[in-house]
């Protein structure tokens, strides 16, 4: 059961991969909600979408990795540059010219690039829980552990671990969305987020982790984010496990744009503080109108 079915889905090929997306609403400013981290779908969305095609043409995107779209074996499928192109077709499928972008962790990073490389297809991005490669350290109880070396425990963050997925896919997404999803009664989100994710395998996810960035140190995202022109919200939790709220600041002064920092929310306010989340985009939206 669905709170708003899609007027419209369909999917867009690129290099004998499918991409599939879902529109909501016939009219109004395009709202494109760019492939999100392939570790969940684009159901990940679901609090906003209904609120938002009442006003707005919204369309959501499956990243190739999960949900209806692809799953390519190859690291090199992920790269950065894909969901960009991705999300150009899909927009280009639909005769969008231009969108305001929402993404949320990495695909922040895919519509911020766009943004910069493509400038003329984007209105402004809403960035929430922020993740850009090397811009700051990352969160200190992430990097506790080495991700690819074979460790002699799983407790905790210790199951953030290359090794450890292929063990136990579904045991790391439990420890994993518990810590994105701390805040009390959040048992209904944690295991949307668990069976999402439970739609792709480590093995997909790990090619996700291994692909390319166009960016290979802090000077060369910083060079991305000085090519931002249109204007950008970065929307964080103060109590983000997953990506440092200061990596959500540092963006938001780097473009030039506003940051929006929630007391006491983790890693998914989209789903946690639909209501803020909601309004924040619809008020950004508004003012391209």
């Known amino acids: 059961m669905r709170a708003r079915y899609p007027d419209a889905?369909?999917?867009?090929?690129?290099?004998?991969?499918?991409?599939?997306?879902?529109?909501?609403?016939?009219a109004g400013l395009a709202l494109v909600f760019v492939p999100i981290d392939g570790l969940v779908h684009?159901?990940?969305w679901k609090a906003q979408v209904p609120y938002l095609a009442r006003t707005f043409r919204?369309?959501?995107?499956?990243?190739?990795?999960?949900?209806?779209?692809d799953r390519p074996p190859s690291a090199a499928a992920y790269a950065d540059t894909e969901f960009v192109a991705?999300?150009?077709?899909?927009?280009?499928?639909?005769?969008?010219?231009?969108?305001?972008?929402?993404?949320i962790c990495s695909s922040v990073w895919t519509a911020l690039l766009m943004a910069a490389l493509h400038p003329g297809r984007v209105l402004g991005v809403v960035a929430i829980g922020t993740w850009v490669p090397f811009l700051t350290p990352p969160h200190p109880d992430r990097s506790t552990y080495d991700f690819d070396q074979v460790l002699d425990t799983d407790e905790g963050w210790a199951k953030n671990n290359r090794h450890y997925w292929r063990r136990d896919w579904q045991?790391?997404?439990e420890f994993f969305f518990?810590?994105?999803?701390?805040?009390?009664?959040?048992?209904?989100?944690?295991?949307?987020?668990?069976g999402w994710a439970m739609e792709t395998n480590a093995e997909t996810y790990l090619s996700f982790i291994d692909a390319p960035y166009s960016s290979s140190c802090r000077e060369d995202t910083e060079a991305v984010l000085a090519q931002v022109?249109?204007?950008v919200l970065t929307i964080h939790g103060r109590e983000d496990h997953c990506q440092?709220?200061?990596?959500?600041?540092?963006?938001?002064?780097?473009t030039q744009g506003e940051l929006l920092l929630l007391e006491g929310a983790g890693h998914l306010p989209n789903a946690r503080e639909p209501v803020v989340v909601n309004h924040a985009i619809r008020e950004i939206g508004r003012a391209h109108v």
């Open 58 to 69: 919204v369309v959501t995107i499956d990243p190739r990795g999960n949900g209806r779209s």
């Open 244 to 254: 440092p709220w200061a990596r959500g600041a540092m963006v938001a002064e780097l």
């Open 171 to 173: 045991g790391y997404l």
């Open 9 to 26: 889905e369909g999917f867009i090929e690129r290099d004998g991969v499918k991409v599939a997306y879902e529109v909501f609403g016939a």
């Open 229 to 231: 022109k249109c204007p």
């Open 42 to 44: 684009s159901r990940a």
């Open 86 to 103: 991705d999300t150009i077709a899909v927009m280009d499928a639909l005769g969008l010219d231009r969108a305001l972008l929402i993404g």
């Open 178 to 194: 518990g810590e994105l999803l701390h805040e009390p009664h959040s048992t209904k989100q944690r295991e949307d987020c668990v």
